[in-house]
């Protein structure tokens, strides 16, 4: 496949249905309405099925149906609409239902909500933050895999920029391996056996199938969560060997802040960057070392402070750590606002580090 022009939407729509997606459910709300609207244009034509469901409460029931059988489906929507989905997230995660999720956000104001979540119980989900429509096409396709290796949800952290501009990309399938098969799917194949199955939040089972129990169980999932932790962190770094300062920055933004990064070096600042790429396990290591020596870290963020709690935490003072970002809006609240600008991000740095204008 050749590659060609395409909105975010369309991109992210064609990769998950490249991942094997064949159910997606959700209801409109912009700026996550042309997701769904894509997805209700091309699952039929490979024989699978979108539902433009009556709120997000119905929407995430319905993929929680559908995760069931063993299918490969997804929901999303705004931080607004994933607000209501919390409980069934939380139990769809205890349940280890490999869900994946869409946050086509209106700016970065959700980043408390996908790293914590607001349901209840030890729940936590792989938070993957694509830079641009190229990097979405791949992480959308390994937010499936990830989630069948774990059998644990994803979120895909996007935005209005991410899902309304374009790019020239090649959405062609990815193979990112072998994942186990899905003999725990309820999938009828076991009726009648006395071998049938229950997928339960609370490890229960049937009588000649018992579950372990809710301790043994939500301590397994406990357990999985530690070694997804462990082992599924991901950052990009740049010129951070020589840098005297650090910035940190996530999603789309973090894009115009390596091209600051950029322009301030050739200025003669010596500054580095890291980029989260897993906003959920959060990239401590990395951050950590990237850090070691400098004489400042500065977080960039389209929100009042919540990643620098985490940038904190992996600093663990070993260089002040400070916030540059900010609220930041177009007339529509969808996070384009004046921030967005290659020269005042330069400008807060060099006025965070100093520099005389």
């Not at 936590?124 to 290796?149: G, S, Y």
Request: proline share 5%; charged share 20%.
């Amino acid at each position: 496949m050749s590659k060609r022009l395409v909105e975010g939407s369309e991109a992210i729509a064609d990769a998950a249905i490249a991942a094997g997606c064949r159910f997606f459910a959700g209801y409109p709300m912009t700026p996550f309405t042309e997701v769904l609207e894509n997805f209700a244009k091309k699952l039929p034509a490979v024989g699978g099925v979108c539902v433009n469901a009556e709120s997000e409460l119905e929407a995430v029931g319905m993929a929680w149906g559908a995760l069931a059988t063993g299918a490969r489906a997804a929901t999303g929507s705004t931080g607004q609409g994933l607000s209501l989905m919390q409980e069934s997230f939380s139990e769809i995660t205890l349940a280890e239902l490999p869900l994946v999720a869409f946050n086509m956000a209106r700016g970065q104001g959700d980043y408390f909500q996908s790293t914590r979540g607001g349901g209840h119980g030890d729940y936590r989900h792989i938070v993957l933050a694509p830079m641009d429509i190229t990097e979405a096409v791949e992480l959308t396709q390994l937010a499936f895999h990830l989630a069948d290796v774990w059998r644990n949800p994803v979120l895909v952290q996007g935005d209005y920029l991410l899902a309304h501009t374009a790019e020239a990309v090649d959405v062609a399938p990815i193979d990112f391996g072998p994942v186990a098969p899905k003999d725990w799917a309820a999938d009828g194949t076991m009726s009648g056996t006395g071998q049938s199955r229950i997928i339960s939040p609370l490890g229960i089972g049937k009588r000649n199938t018992p579950g372990p129990g809710m301790e043994a169980h939500m301590q397994a999932v406990a357990d999985k969560l530690a070694r997804i932790a462990a082992g599924e962190a991901r950052a990009e770094t740049g010129f951070v060997d020589d840098a005297e300062h650090l910035v940190v920055a996530f999603g789309t933004p973090a894009k115009f802040v390596r091209y600051a990064v950029r322009v301030l070096r050739e200025r003669g600042l010596r500054v580095g960057y890291v980029r989260p790429i897993t906003l959920w396990p959060f990239p401590t290591e990395a951050v950590a070392e990237a850090a070691t020596g400098k004489r400042s870290v500065l977080v960039f963020e389209i929100n009042a402070g919540q990643m620098v709690d985490d940038v904190r935490l992996a600093v663990l003072g070993a260089a002040p750590v400070s916030s540059i970002g900010g609220i930041s809006t177009d007339s529509s609240g969808f996070g384009v606002g004046a921030l967005l600008d290659v020269e005042v991000i330069a400008g807060r740095i060099e006025n965070a580090v100093g520099v005389a204008a």
